[in-house]
């Protein structure tokens, strides 16, 4: 399988974030992710702090979103 994505999974993913990305920053916090998924448990997003937030800054870039959605 190839590692690399398609150009339409790529923008999939990009509608997918942006629709996430409440304020446009270009980033997903937690009160976005809270906002869309209210019984998101405490539990989930430490674990999604884990294993998505390379920078550990806190908020989910794009290109971490799109790591993550690789996981799957």
Do not use: K, N
């Amino acid at each position: 399988m190839s590692d690399e994505l398609t150009q339409e999974r790529l923008a999939d993913l990009r509608r997918q974030f942006a629709s996430l990305d409440d304020d446009g920053d270009g980033y997903i916090t937690e009160d976005e992710l809270l906002a869309h998924f209210p019984g998101l448990p405490a539990e989930a997003i430490a674990e999604l702090d884990r294993v998505a937030d390379v920078d550990a800054d806190g908020r989910f870039s794009l290109e971490e979103f799109i790591r993550l959605s690789g996981r799957a």
